[in-house]
């Protein structure tokens, strides 16, 4: 059985930074490309981030990019999100998912989510 | 950017109805297309990719069809379980992936 596990989120200042993990098991995980999606409170599903298998490519929205750096590492079987410079529009739960296949497939496999919240 | 419009926003049915949603992307996405639902406080769940194959595990009675630009979800005979809130997502332009608004289906 698939299972993904985000780190526990929490409350961080404007400006501050957040790394989130998601830990996975039940499938080989070095073979999967995986990704982050968000959604704020009230608000429909944005895709965040993508990081691939093979050769560890990664993508970004544009809504993120040059602030979250996506990352994985294989031996430990899990996929982080680090954050920086975090904006009031950045508080959502983030969800950690698996790629069906590769990085252009659906995602088949979803962690329950994070809370994160950007206030001061 | 591919932009996906879901139609309606809201869809009021009754237990045992068959319902349909309509998503619609603004250029073409070949089968390019997956469907979930999500119910409060929970994470999405994959219902359909490849525009009409049915994910693991889920029942008979949904089903996906279309390509191009136009593309349905029905749910044959509505089952309590089914009140839920839909989500279409394009991944012909993988970067960046984008969802529909979604559709909240409601108990009439």
């Known amino acids: 059985e698939v299972k993904l596990l985000e780190s526990r989120g929490g409350l961080v200042q404007p400006g501050g930074s957040l790394r989130l993990s998601c830990a996975a098991s039940g499938f080989p995980f070095g073979g999967y490309a995986m990704s982050w999606v968000r959604q704020a409170p009230g608000k429909g599903l944005e895709w965040v981030s993508a990081i691939s298998a093979g050769d560890f490519s990664t993508y970004y929205a544009e809504s993120v990019k040059g602030r979250f750096t996506i990352s994985r590492d294989n031996s430990k079987n899990t996929v982080y999100l680090e954050m920086n410079s975090l904006r009031g529009e950045d508080t959502a739960v983030y969800f950690c998912a698996k790629f069906g296949t590769t990085v252009v497939s659906w995602f088949d496999s979803w962690g329950p989510g994070t809370q994160v919240t950007v206030s001061s | 950017d591919i932009q996906m419009t879901q139609s309606p926003s809201i869809l009021s049915a009754s237990v045992g109805d068959r319902v349909t949603i309509t998503c619609r992307a603004s250029?073409?996405?070949?089968?390019?297309l997956a469907w979930y639902q999500q119910k409060p406080g929970e994470a999405p769940k994959l219902l359909i990719y490849q525009a009409s194959t049915l994910g693991s595990g889920v029942p008979s009675r949904f089903s996906g069809s279309g390509s191009g630009t136009e593309f349905t979800l029905t749910i044959r005979s509505l089952q309590p379980d089914d009140f839920a809130t839909y989500y279409c997502?394009?991944?012909?332009?993988?970067?960046?992936?984008?969802f529909g608004q979604g559709t909240k289906l409601e108990i009439k």
């Open positions: 250029q073409s996405i070949s089968r390019l």
């Open positions: 997502q394009q991944y012909d332009n993988y970067s960046p992936y984008t």
